[in-house]
Every structure is written in structure tokens, then in C-alpha cells.
């Protein structure tokens, strides 16, 4: 397969998460007994996506092989966010998230100087980097908090 090709699929397995994330609250929203079926489905899709890029870039000697690895770091990033709200809601995995993004957010500016077809790719991750960032300095501003 070629490297163009693995970038297309893990592209379009990222871009999944929006539709499956819509399911996800329905699934909260009205029927919480089915809730386990959008987390299975996120994890899924952040897997595959995360295999198609390793492979994609373990096999590539060009340029997309950036994008690849730009990708595979999103997904790192987006299941140490996963693991931080559900199972490992405790303070040290902050520092995780942030080490995490730290790496991707290197590897996501270094792929943008470098590539010249589909930089809009890791400039789109990036954007949602800054975003789980905020999101999670947030959450770490409130952390202990009584707030009634």
C-alpha cells in the first residue's frame, strides 16, 4: 500500500470520531445503558487509526511519513485524555496529558515546516491539541475546588 494511502485511511478514521461522538450523546443523553458502546467505538477508531499511521510510517521513506507520525502522536495524546476522564481521573495524570501533548505538539509543528501536501492535516491537529490543552488547564484549575 502505498504511504498516501495510509494517511487517507487514518485520516478518515480520525475524522470518524465526530459522528461517533454525536451517537456517544445520544447514547448519554437517552439511553445510558449503551453508553459502553460509544467508548468501544471511540477506542476503536483511535486504534485503528493509530496502527494505520505506525504502519504507514514504518513503511515510508518520504515525507508523508511526518504526517503519519503527526498522527500517530494525536492518537497517543487523545487516549491519555481518554484514560485521564474515564478510568485514571487522578491528579499525576495531568503531568501524563501534558508530556504527552508536549511530544505531539513537537512532532505537529516540526511536520508542518516539513510537508508541503496535506499540511492541513497536523495544522487541524494541532488546532484540537490547543483545545484538549485548555480544556485540561481548565479542569486542572478546578481540581479541588468546592464550587457549592
Given amino acids: 500500500m502505498q504511504a498516501i494511502q495510509y494517511v487517507k485511511r487514518s485520516s478518515y478514521l480520525l475524522f470518524a470520531v465526530i459522528p461517533i461522538s454525536l451517537i456517544g450523546y ?6 445510558e445503558n449503551l453508553f459502553f458502546l460509544y467508548e468501544w467505538a471511540l477506542m476503536l477508531v483511535i486504534f485503528g487509526a493509530g496502527v494505520f499511521a505506525l504502519t504507514g510510517a514504518l513503511k515510508t521513506k518520504g515525507k508523508e511519513k511526518w504526517i503519519l507520525f ?10 491519555v485524555l481518554g484514560l485521564f476522564l474515564g478510568p485514571f481521573s487522578v491528579y499525576p495524570m495531568f503531568y501524563v496529558y501534558y508530556g504527552a501533548t508536549a511530544i505531539s505538539f513537537g512532532i505537529l509543528i516540526y511536520t508542518i515546516f516539513r510537508v508541503d501536501l496535506y499540511r492541513f492535516i497536523p495544522v487541524s491537529l494541532l488546532i484540537v491539541s490547543v483545545l484538549f490543552t485548555f480544556y485540561m488547564n481548565f479542569l486542572q484549575i478546578l481540581w479541588g475546588k468546592d464550587l457549592s
Avoid: K
Fill in 26 to 31: 445520544f447514547f448519554a443523553v437517552n439511553h
Fill in 70 to 79: 503527526s498522527i500517530l502522536m494525536f492518537c497517543v495524546q487523545f487516549a
